[in-house]
């Protein structure tokens, strides 16, 4: 292992891989990732696998933008020699309600001003896109053509790809024990196979980020939720968008490779527990089966869990703070994924002192410090 | 025999030649491969291609087979309709 790097990385997900990539990229050439299993190993490879633009905070909605169009170009400029199987076949985001349909119309004038091309649909417009939806609990809806579907694995092997060609040099299976810090600065980081010394570290541990936090004594105030997931069989193509509801708690979407992946969520405790549970399983099966009825026929092959890492306003914090050389990507609450290019485009530029890509106030640590929040995310499944 | 047409996992249709490949670019263990492939992700979810994929690993390595770890065992062990799912959590509930 090396004794020496500018740049540690913590965490081989989609953030971690995007930050060496952008760094590497921007010419960078001392930069290490540790990685505790393989790669995509966490939250990553445990997602739903969708991309969306439709947003209800300006920060998240410019974060998801500036992602989509970096995937529609990620096979050309990670000069990848696989396919990260993109469909931007759309979100159909379902209201059930009035006052689901107010936030929605809300939040689609907010998307436009952005450039994310949303629409309102009625519910009949909806079943247009989605011939098996059950409009009989379907108020209204809004849509997102260019919104859709991204292989988690294989976008973040094009990052690693890149990112290794590039020189960053990858640990996985290797676990970070402590960071040692001198005189409030980054000095080293102990693994299970050695020591690093660097300047900076840069936390992108997901579901595990506030324990790197702890290890500096910084109090990062996220905490991670079991979100768990289910696929069925593949079966030839009947669905294109993903179809999601907040009030009904489901997003269920055919992948290019013909199943459906769907999941939801619910109260329960923080914790780093990712098994999987009947109860689950008994409400998914009512939720999908009562929207998208045909799904219904579709045999479970497998159920799982991740980590979702929640920050208190349901936005990332991509930050620095006062320990010198330490930074942070996380608190994506479930959505770190489709975020993936911009955090690495947006920390490399923070490393490198450039000028920030869109404004980064909304997602400094700091925020947290007043009572108020300015942004609160409310389309989160 | 051809690695090209020894068929190691069904429902993906991944070959001996295909694990080769990424053992060469260095994806080392069952979860790796199964993340680039797709081996035991398909209805069987790894029963028919698992040992298979095993071996092979251990074998091209020169590692003990028991040394190599395999994915984690989730449900289901056969494929569940979710209407068969949802009526029993209905029938549960009335009961």
Redesign the interface.
Known sequence: MKKKAKYVIIGGGISGTSIAYHLADAGENDIVLLES?????GAT?RCGAGVRQQWGTESNCRMAKMSIDFFEKAEEILEYD?DVEFKQEGYLIVNSNDEEAALSEKNVRLQRSLGIPAEMLTAEEAKEKIPHLNTDIVHSATFCGTDGHLNP??MT?AFYKAAKKRGVTFYTYTHVEDIVTENGAIKAVKTDKGTIECEYVINAAGGHAQKIGEMVDVDIPVFSQNREILV???IEKIQGPMVISFSKNIYCQQTP?GSFIMGRGDDRDAGYSVH?TWKF??????T??GLLPP??????????GGLYNMSPDRQPIISGCDVNGFYMACGFSGHGFMMGPVTGKLMSEMLLGLEPSMPLEELALERFEGQDLEAYETNVV | MDPNKVIICRCSDVTLQDLHDLFKEGYE?F??VK??A?VG???C?ANTCGKIVRKEIARYFNRPIEDVEFH?M???TM?????A??E???D?EES
């Open positions: 299993g393989y790669l995509a190993s490879g696989g694995f294989l092997d069925t069989e593949p490779h999987s399983l008994d409400e998914m099966a009512k999908a089966a799904i219904g026929e579709l045999r479970v092959i497998r159920q799982w | 263990t979860d790796e993340r680039i797709r992700m398909g209805p979810q984690r989730r449900p289901f494929g569940v309709k979710l209407s799912i949802k029993a959590a209905e549960e």
